[in-house]
């Protein structure tokens, strides 16, 4: 009897997440009516398959969040188009189209454009980028000119002081989360997340807590990997619930002169190796597209570091930096920049950590806070290992810099400049103390997370602010 009852459950639980299937291939496809209608008779067939319940309630929501990254109209990104190209028609958005650079979805019947779609044209389509900067004069980014003069100095004082480390700088950081006025009811608790330091590096130390808006709070454990201070404060009618809290720290530039020769053979039996040279899905999958990516890459090099280095080159000249839809709404993030050949710093890391993996190189995650003067911003970057050297990081995203000194030129290959606040070394990993409702950000943790009783809170309800002030 014991076997009868495991068979039937096991039948029906399979049966229902062939429904699942069914539902995200409509979802995908952008039949979000048909798929609402699915998940609600779904769920009135299966109402004691809670794990079922779950995975077909967040779809619901990845629609719901899906539709708020897609809102821009033919018109509007015309609009935009038309203070570089004043004779752009329909036509045009079209060739955008085909070739990848314009970011649309076509939900029941309706084609809707990525919000950032319109200025991500001239940041993906290479003849676009070069109208702008002859319509804009083409001034280089502030962030560039900051780098370009400050790199060099920290190569210099590595090299001069035989250390991959250099000019340490004090960071004071001021960090401020905002729940708008009634989005939770007056007296009900609101919970809260913020982004707080790593203190497991290096290059990050001196952790020095100094106030928080709560009197109880909760730092989580230094070992959480997406670390966090835990808040909670009681709505009230008519006012914005705010969470605040500051600290410093010290961070140092890191870099390594790499010599390839140098680079020994990885012990290919050690647990951390197989950990970190491993897929995990559902973000890095060795899918047939990374397969015929590599193979273009990489070839028959050998060498691990040879083998990085053209991965990181590749990435800095094909894909893009390009403003990116919410990380939850993306099934695959390192297939979706193979496939789309653009994306923000996360989606570029996560693509250089799949290539990696898939070619025997330990890598993994990073991410958290910008924080160069003028250039304030949320972050996302990585670390790679090689035999001989350890842990490196790495920054996909600034990729190779303009300079002819091989060493500034390859420095966020095996180097991490000091202006920089490590929240996470591992992605989707779990808040402390633990989250009730489905997280606004499922891969990374930047901004903070906050709930209540009935449900979670998501962007479009609450704002934050980081303020940092640099020392000597």
Same mark, same amino acid.
């Given at each position: 009897?014991?076997?009868?009852?495991?068979?039937?459950?096991?039948?029906?639980?399979?049966?229902?997440?062939?429904?699942?299937?069914?539902?995200?291939?409509?979802?995908?496809?952008?039949?979000?009516?048909?798929?609402?209608?699915?998940?609600?008779?779904?769920?009135?067939?299966?109402?004691?398959?809670?794990?079922?319940?779950?995975?077909?309630?967040?779809?619901?929501?990845?629609?719901?969040?899906?539709?708020?990254?897609?809102?821009?109209?033919?018109?509007?990104?015309?609009?935009?188009?038309?203070?570089?190209?004043?004779?752009?028609?329909?036509?045009?958005?079209?060739?955008?189209?085909?070739?990848?650079?314009?970011?649309?979805?076509?939900?029941?019947?309706?084609?809707?454009?990525?919000?950032?779609?319109?200025?991500?044209?001239?940041?993906?389509?290479?003849?676009?980028?070069?109208?702008?900067?002859?319509?804009?004069?083409?001034?280089?980014?502030?962030?560039?000119?900051?780098?370009?003069?400050?790199?060099?100095?920290?190569?210099?004082?590595?090299?001069?002081?035989?250390?991959?480390?250099?000019?340490?700088?004090?960071?004071?950081?001021?960090?401020?989360?905002?729940?708008?006025?009634?989005?939770?009811?007056?007296?009900?608790?609101?919970?809260?997340?913020?982004?707080?330091?790593?203190?497991?590096?290096?290059?990050?130390?001196?952790?020095?807590?100094?106030?928080?808006?709560?009197?109880?709070?909760?730092?989580?454990?230094?070992?959480?990997?997406?670390?966090?201070?835990?808040?909670?404060?009681?709505?009230?009618?008519? #006012?914005?619930?705010?969470?605040?809290?500051?600290?410093?720290?010290?961070?140092?530039?890191?870099?390594?002169?790499?010599?390839?020769?140098?680079?020994?053979?990885?012990?290919?039996?050690?647990?951390?190796?197989?950990?970190?040279?491993?897929?995990?899905?559902?973000?890095?999958?060795?899918?047939?597209?990374? #397969?015929?990516?590599? $193979?273009?890459?990489?070839?028959?090099?050998?060498?691990?570091?040879?083998?990085?280095?053209?991965?990181?080159?590749?990435?800095?000249?094909?894909?893009?930096?390009?403003?990116?839809? $919410?990380?939850?709404?993306?099934?695959?993030?390192?297939?979706?920049?193979?496939?789309?050949?653009?994306?923000?710093?996360?989606?570029?890391?996560?693509?250089?950590?799949?290539?990696?993996?898939?070619?025997?190189?330990?890598?993994?995650?990073?991410?958290?806070?910008?924080?160069?003067?003028?250039?304030?911003?949320?972050?996302?970057?990585?670390?790679?290992?090689?035999?001989?050297?350890?842990?490196?990081?790495?920054?996909?995203?600034?990729?190779?810099?303009?300079?002819?000194?091989?060493?500034?030129?390859?420095?966020?290959?095996?180097?991490?400049?000091?202006?920089?606040?490590?929240?996470?070394?591992?992605?989707?990993?779990?808040?402390?103390?633990?989250?009730?409702?489905?997280?606004?950000?499922?891969?990374?943790?930047?901004?903070?997370?906050?709930?209540?009783?009935?449900?979670?809170?998501?962007?479009?309800?609450?704002?934050?602010?980081?303020?940092?002030?640099?020392?000597?």
């Amino acid at each position: 009897m014991k076997i009868i009852c495991l068979l039937i459950f096991l039948a029906g639980s399979i049966m229902g997440y062939n429904d699942l299937d069914r539902v995200r291939k409509e979802v995908d496809q952008g039949n979000y009516s048909v798929a609402e209608r699915m998940i609600k008779n779904i769920l009135e067939e299966n109402r004691d398959n809670h794990l079922l319940a779950l995975e077909l309630k967040f779809e619901l929501e990845r629609m719901d969040r899906i539709r708020k990254d897609f809102t821009k109209t033919k018109e509007s990104v015309l609009e935009y188009v038309k203070r570089y190209y004043p004779d752009a028609d329909e036509s045009s958005l079209i060739i955008w189209e085909k070739n990848g650079a314009l970011e649309y979805k076509i939900i029941d019947g309706e084609k809707l454009y990525f919000n950032r779609a319109a200025a991500n044209i001239f940041r993906i389509d290479k003849n676009a980028k070069k109208k702008k900067n002859e319509v804009t004069g083409g001034k280089k980014d502030k962030l560039d000119e900051f780098l370009e003069g400050y790199l060099p100095e920290v190569v210099k004082e590595a090299v001069d002081n035989q250390s991959p480390f250099a000019k340490k700088v004090k960071l004071k950081i001021n960090y401020t989360l905002t729940v708008d006025p009634d989005v939770v009811p007056g007296g009900e608790m609101v919970r809260a997340w913020l982004p707080y330091p790593r203190e497991a590096h290096k290059r990050q130390s001196g952790v020095k807590f100094i106030s928080a808006s709560e009197k109880n709070y909760i730092i989580a454990p230094p070992e959480t990997m997406q670390r966090s201070i835990y808040l909670e404060k009681q709505a009230e009618a008519g #006012k914005p619930v705010v969470f605040n809290y500051a600290l410093e720290y010290f961070s140092e530039n890191e870099w390594y002169d790499i010599d390839q020769d140098k680079v020994q053979p990885f012990n290919k039996s050690s647990e951390e190796y197989k950990k970190y040279t491993s897929e995990r899905a559902p973000h890095i999958v060795f899918t047939d597209r990374i #397969k015929k990516l590599s $193979e273009k890459i990489v070839g028959d090099e050998k060498n691990p570091y040879i083998r990085a280095k053209k991965i990181f080159t590749w990435i800095s000249d094909n894909i893009p930096w390009a403003g990116a839809r $919410e990380y939850s709404t993306i099934r695959n993030i390192s297939d979706y920049c193979a496939d789309r050949g653009h994306g923000d710093c996360g989606i570029k890391t996560l693509l250089f950590v799949t290539l990696c993996r898939y070619n025997g190189i330990p890598a993994k995650w990073q991410s958290g806070w910008m924080f160069h003067p003028g250039s304030v911003n949320l972050h996302d970057w990585g670390a790679f290992y090689l035999e001989g050297y350890g842990w490196l990081p790495v920054d996909q995203s600034f990729g190779i810099t303009e300079s002819d000194d091989e060493k500034v030129k390859y420095f966020f290959l095996g180097g991490m400049d000091a202006y920089r606040f490590i929240v996470n070394d591992d992605f989707s990993a779990p808040l402390f103390p633990a989250k009730i409702f489905p997280r606004s950000e499922t891969v990374d943790f930047q901004r903070g997370e906050v709930e209540w009783r009935g449900g979670n809170l998501y962007y479009d309800q609450w704002d934050y602010d980081m303020k940092v002030e640099y020392g000597e």
